[in-house]
């Protein structure tokens, strides 16, 4: 019953779900360990450390100057590779802090979800693949 009502919940309100230090899988609803990423058999990258679930395998890193921290929720190795698709697009495409705010929004707007849930890092392969979608066509057509 728990892992249904955490996909609900993760379905209706992404930014609800993050979690910086989660414990819990926001997908699943396994048990999340954290510790260095070579442990786990990953290689490492960011800060070294990560947040794994033990039950589906998903994990995140964290930030570099806060190891504690998680960049998102914990993806599949699919959803960090849309992940990064998703920044290596977006990230071209603005160059101040205030041009990539607007750019979160039109994105928000597009996906029509929240702007606070509209982050890479707690959208899950659907939003993903919607994403590219429409960062592909700004790219070719402009925004
Ligand atoms: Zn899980």
């Keep these: 019953m728990e892992k ?5 919940k993760l379905k209706k309100r992404r930014n609800e779900t993050f979690d910086p230090r989660p414990t819990r899988c926001a997908v699943c609803g396994g048990t999340v360990l954290y510790g260095k990423m070579t442990d786990f058999g990953i290689t490492p990258f960011q800060s070294g450390y ?3 679930c033990s ?3 998903r994990y995140v890193a964290t930030h570099q100057n806060k190891p504690k921290e998680a960049h998102g929720i914990p993806g599949t190795s699919e959803e960090r590779k849309l992940r990064k698709k998703c920044h290596d697009l977006f990230d071209k495409m603005y160059s ?6 607007h750019m979160y929004y039109k ?3 597009e996906l029509n979800i929240d702007k606070e849930d509209c982050h890479f890092g707690y959208m899950q392969k ?3 693949l919607a994403a590219i979608k429409v960062l592909e066509r700004w790219e070719n057509n402009g925004k």
Aim: charged share 35%; proline share 0%.
């Design 126 to 128: 659907e939003d993903l």
């Design 55 to 57: 039950d589906c395998g």
């Design 107 to 109: 994105l928000s707007k």
């Design 4 to 8: 249904n009502i955490a996909a609900e």
């Design 96 to 101: 101040s802090f205030s041009e990539r705010d």
């Design 50 to 52: 990560c947040y794994i």
